[in-house]
């Protein structure tokens, strides 16, 4: 069954070598092997990483057989919008963590993924199919993240932010996290009005470097992502006709425009995991120049067309109130703010 699930031949051989190491010693066995195979359709569980991490040799070649199978598990298919859906984690067979504990597991996983996707593009990525499935891999790595921040799953202190709170759920579990990110948001403030005290920031998780996993918070601390605007249809897929979200006939209402409009910047503003450890060549071969679209960023005109018609006609906006800042620039909207207790922004007196 797990064969034909995707998992395949090396796949169920790491699963029963999972067993023999971990379950077959245990006083009830049969128990925890019924405990094994739900955790293993749980993405990103202690099992599906080991699993994951232990079906193919430690090889170039092995990393893409790795991102396969993962890829086959969780029913990746292209779309034709070019979008990235998840067909067996929307239908329900696999599912995403959503407890404090499971999210803890799954920051380790999120590390597993990047270094398979690290070794199985040593050059970056290219214009393959694979390519296309990891590029926008990243935006459903960020997904679980996102919705337990959203969540009653995430500790609540009286008085904090949702930002405030994921910072302490973080180092509660001593996590490792960059608060700012470790580099500058330019790229996740299109469109924001700094001049009415809008700005973006992010917090970064997840290996040595804690730079995979990436969320992005607003002003007030609440998240910013294509997760919390993207629609589903009646078969639980995305809803990635990208004129669904930016229509080509704006709303006469001017309410009804700046509602859409804000929409519209959860998607241009959205959060992107990190495959590379850090900022670097790496970083641009592998995050920055295959997230780049033909009409957005000069520099990214030759780069390959992987990313989602939605995400892509995201970036191809005017860029209203869309400026240059570095982040540790003493003009970007970001230093004229403090933190208060409890993740509160205020302006600097």
């Known amino acids: 069954e797990l064969e034909k699930e995707g998992w395949g031949k090396a796949g169920v051989a790491s699963y029963l070598k999972y067993l023999d190491k971990h379950v077959a010693t245990q006083g009830d066995p049969l128990k925890g092997v019924e405990t094994a195979y739900e955790r293993l359709h749980t993405v990103g569980s202690d099992v599906f990483t080991f699993v994951v991490d232990n079906a193919f040799p430690d090889t170039q070649q092995g990393a893409r057989d790795t991102l396969n199978m993962v890829h086959k598990v969780l029913g990746a298919d292209v779309d034709g919008n070019n979008f990235l859906q998840l ?21 380790e996983y999120a590390e597993v993924y990047s270094k398979e996707v690290q070794k199985a593009f040593p050059n970056g990525l290219s214009d393959d199919d694979l390519s296309k499935e990891v ?34 759920w973080v180092e509660d579990n001593k996590i490792k996290h960059n608060e700012w990110g470790s ?25 040595k470097n804690g730079y995979h996993l990436e969320i992005i918070f607003d002003q007030n601390g609440n998240t910013v992502s294509q997760w919390n605007v993207l629609e589903t249809d009646e078969n639980g897929k995305i809803k990635s006709n990208y004129k669904i979200y930016f229509p080509e006939e704006l709303p006469t209402d001017p309410r009804l425009r700046e509602e859409l409009f804000q929409r519209q910047k959860q998607i241009a503003n959205t959060d992107s995991a990190n495959y590379a450890n850090k900022g670097g060549s790496q970083h641009d071969a592998l995050d920055y120049y295959p997230a780049g679209t033909p009409d957005w960023r000069g520099e990214n005109r030759e780069s390959p067309n992987l990313e989602s018609n939605v995400r892509a ?22 230093k004229k703010y403090v933190r208060q207790q409890g993740g509160v922004w205020k302006l600097k007196k």
């Open 87 to 107: 067909d067996n984690v929307m239908n329900g067979k696999y599912k995403f963590p959503t407890n404090s504990k499971d999210m803890v597991d799954y920051v």
């Open 135 to 168: 590029n926008q891999m990243r935006y459903w790595l960020d997904k679980p993240v996102v919705d337990f921040i959203n969540s009653d799953q995430l500790p609540h202190t009286d008085g904090n932010t949702k930002k405030a709170d994921f910072e302490k």
């Open 183 to 207: 580099s500058d948001p330019n790229a996740h403030n299109r469109g924001v009005d700094f001049a009415n005290g809008e700005f973006n920031t992010k917090d970064q998780i997840g290996g």
């Open 313 to 334: 006609e995201s970036k191809n906006g005017d860029g209203r109130g869309y400026d240059t800042y570095k982040k540790d620039d003493p003009e970007a909207p970001w």
